[in-house]
């Protein structure tokens, strides 16, 4: 069964910090991008922050300098490291994975694949 398992969300003041985690299922043979997006009440989904295989980083520019994106390839899990939090980072934050899983009969599909989200809440 293909999962993301988002943990680390919760309820922090303004400037507190915060630390995600994703972690992919054994499922996945290959992981191209792991990253982070986040949904605000009213608002689209936004990319935060994303890290390749190879260590490529991109950053909103909204979180650049106060987030931090790292991955750990043998675990397949990604953190986002978020610091000098604001009331506007207030969202659901996801996981998301593009890669390779395989099925039950040993078939391989390539995609991209969504955790089910962890609420992260900024106080002022």
């Known amino acids: 069964q293909v999962q993301l398992m988002e943990s680390g969300g919760g309820l922090v003041q303004a400037g507190g910090s915060l630390r995600l985690s994703c972690a992919a299922s054994?499922?996945?043979?290959?992981?191209?991008?792991m990253g982070w997006y986040r949904q605000a009440p009213g608002k689209q989904r936004e990319l935060v922050a994303t890290?390749?295989?190879?260590?490529?980083?991109n950053y909103a520019d909204s979180v650049k300098d106060r987030f931090t994106i790292s991955r750990d390839n043998a675990k397949n899990t990604v953190y986002l490291q978020m610091n000098r939090l604001k009331p506007e980072d207030t969202a659901v934050y996801y996981c998301?994975?593009?890669?390779?899983?395989?099925?039950?009969?040993?078939?391989?599909?390539?995609?991209?694949?969504w955790g089910q989200g962890t609420q992260v809440t900024v106080s002022s």
């Open positions: 998301n994975a593009y890669g390779g899983v395989v099925d039950t009969v040993q078939l391989k599909h390539w995609g991209s694949y």
């Open positions: 054994a499922s996945f043979f290959s992981i191209h991008v």
């Open positions: 890290i390749t295989s190879s260590g490529r980083i």
